[in-house]
């Protein structure tokens, strides 16, 4: 409620110093000379505003991450809070049912030892919200008025205002790159405690996976722990038998769209087919398990093959190769309606075919662009969850039969950290390696494809 209630005041407060910062620039136009003017005052008012929010949402972001502290500590020093246990999970959930209620003002509490701290969880929220609001507001005051006070007809609130927009777009690009930085530390850093318990070797080179949750953590069994399986299962089902369906498809669909249909009907069929990426993956898992799935098994029993699986790696990995042919179709397209037209007007010039055209000049040509498609194609496909969960079963097969049922990465990750398990657990944590492992591959895939397109792009621009 506080970070909310810190919110508004910063954007009211911020409404208010814009309006009378710009009330005192277009004051500066009456007795002086224009010319003298360095800024118009929409950018006094903007530089005033900033100067307002912003150290605002800055004090709001710190705020929200002191202020529980402080009203646990609060709480903990009061006398109601001498009867509770000195650590471990009773106390901790002691606290958060206190904290509960008193948040939500209503209710009862499950547990009677959590009874006599929700008032003073209350009394202290209020008392840290009420100190939170002064200090945003003395904040406010405090740099609103310095801001407001350099205003002058010849001050450069534009530049400034410029340079500030631009930290904040800088600050914004910086996202992404911290956001991935701050995912490949965090496994990392459990990666390296999970093979502190599993050798590394065992890991990458086993070939039996059956981690067992229950197990004594301080004693591992190492040959459980064989990820072959899962990164074979990973690349069967992602990179090949989705590719077979996707890239024949999606490159037959794009030559079709780009060079045979008529523009009308392209207007049609090229929304339609970029609809398929917009599908959830669970209506695609659902389609693959009740259909897709039984229909492959009934057809390998009618021919005779025996042992077929309801849930097979061809099922997932064609569902997969249908979900993921816009990727391919789309890259393809634009790759080849951005090869010159010189170059397919010449060959048909000289006697080519359109066919011939499209396989000796056009797809060569775009091939750099394709290329990237099928890479980034893969890279989606191989970190796919929902399908495999749903049709490819849970059993770690080193197996090339697509038939039987396998797993993947992503599949063993979700059922690795949504157990029971301590997070201190070879088998919890053989999660994290996992996905070091995945995010390296798909991130240099990802680096491949963009190389790939880099190339595409300086060669036609």
Known sequence: MTSITLLLIAFGLGLAAWIAARAKAWSFQKGVDTRRIAARPNYHAWYVALWVVVPLLAFTVLWSVIEPQLVLQSVLASPAAQSLPEFGFERDSILAEARAVAA?????????????????????ATRYRVIGIIVAALIALVTGTLAFLRLKPDFTARTRVERAVMAILLLASLVAILTTFGIFASLVFETVRFFGMVSPIDFLFGTFWGPDPMSNPDNPDPTRYGAIPLFWGTIYIGAIIAMIVAIPLGLMS???????????????????????????????????????????????????????????????????????????????????????????????ALGATTSETIRRVLVPAALPGIVGGVMLAISRAIGETMI???????????????????????????????????FDHPATLSAFALGLVLFTVTLGLNFVALRVVKRFREAYE
């Open 254 to 348: 794009a030559i079709y769209l780009t060079q045979y249909a008529h523009p009308r009907l392209r207007a049609w069929l090229k929304p339609a087919l970029e609809i398929l990426a917009g599908v959830p993956t669970v209506v695609y898992g659902y389609f693959a398990a009740l259909t897709v799935a039984p229909a492959i098994r009934d057809a390998a029993v009618a021919v005779g093959i025996s042992g077929a699986s309801s849930e097979s790696a061809l099922a997932a990995g064609v569902v997969m190769g249908v979900m993921i042919i816009p990727f391919v179709s789309s890259m393809a397209d634009d790759s080849i309606a951005a090869v010159p037209s010189a170059m397919r007007d010449g060959s048909l």
């Open 388 to 422: 495999v969960v749903m049709a490819a079963g849970a059993s770690a097969n080193l197996t090339a039969n697509p038939l039987e049922a396998m797993t993947t990465v992503t599949f063993q990750i979700v059922a690795m950290l949504t157990g029971e398990g301590s």
């Open 104 to 124: 939500n003002g209503t209710g009862s509490v499950f547990n009677p030892a959590a009874e006599a701290l929700v008032a003073p969880f209350a009394e202290a």
